[in-house]
């Protein structure tokens, strides 16, 4: 099936369910085609069960086959056999938590309900709030940034960039490893060393536990858990 016509169906499956189809980085040629290795669609917290039942839906009516590869706390990764993407599948990332180690860095929910119209079947947000993600994503969860992305990276060193990075980044994160981060990426030499970024990671984490323990350490355990068991 054509990648086109699988997420015009898709798109059409979850509006009849009040869902939207939120991509936020890798978009802009879809769904015509996917720029990406994979296209990481944006759920809200509590609707991966429902999302699988529509894919599984769709794919048994279209002679699909629908494999889920692993479940993060964070994110369900499957793979869709027949869609002619990569090697004829479609990897299909359902991204429902912007949360590392318990720490919530934004609100999917949120980012869902404020999404903007791209095109027919695609949502999206700000290139900014996108470009923070993106951010978080790679520098949270890999410890590192992410070099193939600087041209969104850019987006955060504008004034408007700034003001929104800092806004986001303040409850977790202190003042002045906020400016070392836009410092080293307003330079574009990405220099913060593998030691620096841990170092920050492990203050960012220390502070949601001080601050709110039961909801960090249950957020921490249950990323354990998927890490381990699923």
Avoid at 1 to 14: G, H, T
Avoid at 36 to 42: A, K, L, M, Q, R
Avoid at 69 to 87: A, L, N, S
Wanted: proline share 1%; hydrophobic share 35%; charged share 25%.
């Amino acid at each position: 099936m054509d990648l086109n016509i699988f997420l015009s169906i898709l798109s059409n499956e979850i509006e009849e369910r009040g869902l939207k189809l939120v991509v936020i980085r890798n978009y802009d040629t879809l769904p015509q085609r996917n720029s990406g290795n994979d296209i990481d669609v944006i759920v809200n917290e509590n609707d991966v069960s429902l999302w699988l039942s529509i894919l599984g839906d769709i794919c048994d009516t279209n002679g699909l086959t629908l494999d889920v590869t692993k479940k993060y706390y964070y994110c369900t990764k499957t793979i869709i056999h027949g869609v002619d993407d990569k090697f004829g599948r479609l990897e299909l990332d359902l991204n429902n938590r912007f949360e590392w180690r318990g720490l919530k860095f934004y609100s999917s929910d949120s980012l869902i309900s404020n999404s903007i119209r791209f095109n027919r079947e695609i949502y999206t947000s700000s290139n900014e709030l996108s470009a923070f993600i993106t951010f978080c994503h790679s520098f949270l969860y890999g410890g590192f940034i992410q070099r193939k992305y600087s041209k969104e990276y850019k987006l955060l060193t504008t004034e408007k960039g700034k003001v929104q990075f800092k806004e986001l980044s303040s409850p977790f994160m202190s003042f002045k490893d906020i400016d070392k981060i836009l410092t080293s990426l307003e330079d574009e030499k990405y220099d913060l060393s593998k030691f620096e970024i841990n170092i920050i990671r492990i203050k960012i984490l220390l502070k949601s536990i001080i601050y709110k323990p039961f909801k960090t350490t249950k957020g921490f355990l249950y990323s354990l858990y998927y890490d381990f068991f699923c």
